[in-house]
């Protein structure tokens, strides 16, 4: 079945960490998103990609890094700029600039 | 003024009742529209689109946009307790992104 895959389920960074949540889609969508989400509210996005080899800051993307060298592909680096991490991280695909998205199940990063 | 308002909830009806989800956007270029379901713990799932004024059916939900008045609302008949959950709103105005509401929390009594 296509869908998306995030990994790991559950993250934990200590301070002045950098950390990596991966994304993988078997979609053949084109783009691919990241969102925070923290504790009883909406979706802030951190950076998207419309195709390979390019992408674009969201409206968080203070801390974060992202590349997009494969079209199944959209890593995620958390690093140490990054001063409230912990949050629930989600990855999302569409197949068109205006379509709606498929989510991965999430990442839940904890700085300890 | 936040760019999609959603009503700040909780929402909460009886079992079989219609419940009435609401949301309101800023941006008059928006194209898209879409309503998610995210259970407790778990990521988001699109429920609804809808690209056109009127209403869209599907099932239990329908979906309603009004573009003039730049609001999208989704109704859900005779309500389960399995709809207990937090729908978004998010709207596409374009480049590709979709921007979402906080979130209003229905919960469904048996």
């Known amino acids: 079945d296509g869908g998306i895959t995030q990994s790991p389920k559950y993250l934990f960074r200590k301070e002045g960490q950098n950390v990596t949540l991966s994304c993988e889609q078997n979609l053949n969508h084109d783009a691919m998103y990241w969102y925070r989400q923290d504790p009883g509210q909406g979706l802030r996005l951190i950076y998207y990609s419309q195709i390979v080899n390019d992408f674009q800051k969201g409206d968080i993307a203070e801390g974060y890094s992202v590349s997009r060298e494969k079209k199944e592909s959209f890593p995620l680096t958390v690093t140490s700029a990054q001063k409230n991490p912990t949050a629930f991280y989600l990855c999302?695909?569409?197949?068109?600039?205006?379509?709606?998205?498929?989510f991965g199940s999430g990442t839940r990063l904890t700085v300890v | 003024q936040k760019e999609v308002e959603q009503n700040s909830g909780p929402l909460s009806v009886p079992e079989g009742a219609i419940a009435s989800l609401n949301c309101t956007y800023s941006d008059r270029g928006s194209q898209s529209f879409f309503w998610y379901r995210q259970y407790s713990g778990k990521s988001p799932e699109l429920i609804m689109s809808i690209y056109s004024n009127g209403d869209k059916e599907d099932g239990r939900f329908t979906a309603q946009l009004n573009k003039a008045s730049q609001y999208v609302s989704l109704l859900i008949r005779d309500s389960q307790p399995s709809d207990s959950a937090t729908y978004l709103c998010a709207v596409n105005a374009g480049a590709g992104k979709s921007t979402f509401g906080d979130g209003t929390t229905l919960t469904v009594k048996p």
């Open positions: 999302a695909s569409s197949a068109g600039p205006y379509g709606g998205y498929t």
